[in-house]
């Protein structure tokens, strides 16, 4: 994959995947300390200690269609070429956690690439459950997007009603332009 976003969605897909009603992503750029941060955080099923031990192998899915699953331990394989660290926990009945980070200048680390269109991905994908809550930080700007209060004002109109997919597209737009688009 040539984006973090990319890997962002195909990590929260492992949540929904998971039953999580609630997927917190969370990315904070700090480009005075020269990293950037994420954390993804689901209260899914959790894994047993024992899967969660080889949930870094390829050859570690849950899937029937296949038996090899890339996502996990292609971000650790990236976290680490980029002087960052990778960190995993999880707990049957409460959820996971990835905790990823990445030295900022590191020449081998992808752009961010279109979170916009990522989380409209996730939204668009799965409108029903789960919610959403994305908090992006560049440099102390934030900006916080969250399904839930979205549904709340939307008063029961779907959120995958086109009219509102675009207005989330232009919000999510704006907000991550403000709080400090990634170069």
Not at 138 to 161: H, K, N
Request: charged fraction near 25%; glycine fraction near 8%; proline fraction near 5%.
């Amino acid at each position: 994959m040539n984006e973090l976003s990319l890997y962002i969605l195909d990590l929260v897909q492992n949540s929904i995947s998971a039953g999580a009603k609630l997927v917190e992503i969370r990315i904070v750029v700090s480009r005075g300390e020269d990293r950037i941060t994420v954390l993804i955080q689901d209260d899914g099923c959790g894994m047993t200690p024992e899967f969660l031990k080889r949930a870094v192998s390829p050859f570690t899915t849950t899937r029937t269609t296949r038996k090899v699953g890339l996502g996990i331990p292609m971000i650790k394989e990236l976290c680490e070429l980029c002087q960052g660290s990778f960190e995993i926990e999880s707990q049957v009945g409460v959820g996971t956690a990835l905790h990823l980070s990445f030295r900022l200048s590191n020449i081998d680390l992808p752009p961010m690439g279109n979170l916009v269109e990522t989380m409209l991905t996730l939204v668009n994908g799965a409108p029903e459950k789960p919610e959403f809550l994305l908090e992006y930080a560049v440099d102390g700007d934030s900006f916080e997007f969250d399904t839930r209060q979205i549904r709340q004002a939307l008063g029961g109109v779907p959120l995958d009603t086109p009219e509102v997919l675009i207005w989330m597209r232009d919000y999510l737009q704006e907000g991550i332009e403000a709080a400090g688009k990634l170069p």
